[in-house]
Every structure is written in C-alpha cells, then in structure tokens.
C-alpha cells in the first residue's frame, strides 16, 4: 500500500521542477516571518497574513512547476540579485573597519571605487580601471 502510494507520487512528480532552491527558501522563510509577527500586531494582521499566505503558495505553485526551465531561471535572477546585496555589505563593512586607516573615494571619470592611505596630505593618484590621474587630499 505504501510502496504504491510512492510510486504514484513519484509519477505525479515527474516532470515537475521538484526543488527547494534558495528562492522557495527565502520565500518560505518570509512567509513564517510574517505569519509570527502577525500575531503581535493586531492592526495589520489580516493583510500580513493573506501575504504571507500568498507567498507560502507561491512556494509550492514554484515547486510543483513544470516550467522548470523558467523557475531555473527565476533561481539564476535571485541568487545574483542575492549575491550583488551580499557584496555591497561587505564592502561597507570592509569600509568601516578600515575608516580609521583609509579614504575612500571614487575616480571622477569611471567611478571606480579607491582607497588611499590616510594623513599623506595632497596626493597624485591613478585610476586602476581607467588610468586617469587626478589629486585628492587625504
């Protein structure tokens, strides 16, 4: 009985996109986030619950799929949306553990992101992207 019921979710499953990628974990886990912070906020409960329940399905629409093609793709869009974010953070964390020791600045023509060591007062500096020369003051 087990084994036939199995089977036949294996059958029922094939051809569908079938995973739980990083886009359906982040979804569910916004999903539960929403649905506990409903219950401490009373004003708005009914509509945090009805997007967190939105979401909660689009889960599951996702992952019972058979565009699985598409809903690869929409993982790919995520992760380098995801990935871009994450980047930025650390820069900026980057910065701020070295603000004490650098200035930070951007070339005038190609906005590369510079750095130079602090207390050297006027100092000729050289884009590493574009080559450009100007002077800054750190």
């Known amino acids: 009985m087990l084994m036939k019921l199995r089977k036949k979710a294996q059958e029922w499953m094939r051809g569908r996109y079938g995973h739980f990628d990083a886009l359906n974990k982040t979804l569910l886990v916004i999903s539960l986030l929403l649905l ?15 997007l967190a329940y939105g979401l909660f399905l689009l889960t599951y629409y996702r992952i019972f799929s058979k565009r699985i093609y598409i809903r690869s793709n929409e993982n790919q869009k995520f992760l380098r949306w995801k990935n871009r974010w994450l980047k930025k953070g650390q820069q900026v964390k980057s910065q701020f553990k070295q603000r004490k020791t650098h200035t930070f600045f ?3 023509e190609c906005k590369q992101a510079l750095r130079a060591p602090k207390g050297r007062g006027q100092i000729k500096i050289t884009c590493s ?8 003051k750190v």
């Open 129 to 136: 992207k574009c080559q450009h020369v100007f002077f800054k």
């Open 36 to 50: 506990f912070f409903a219950n401490f906020t009373a004003s708005v409960a009914w509509p945090m619950r009805l």
């Open 106 to 108: 951007h070339c005038p």
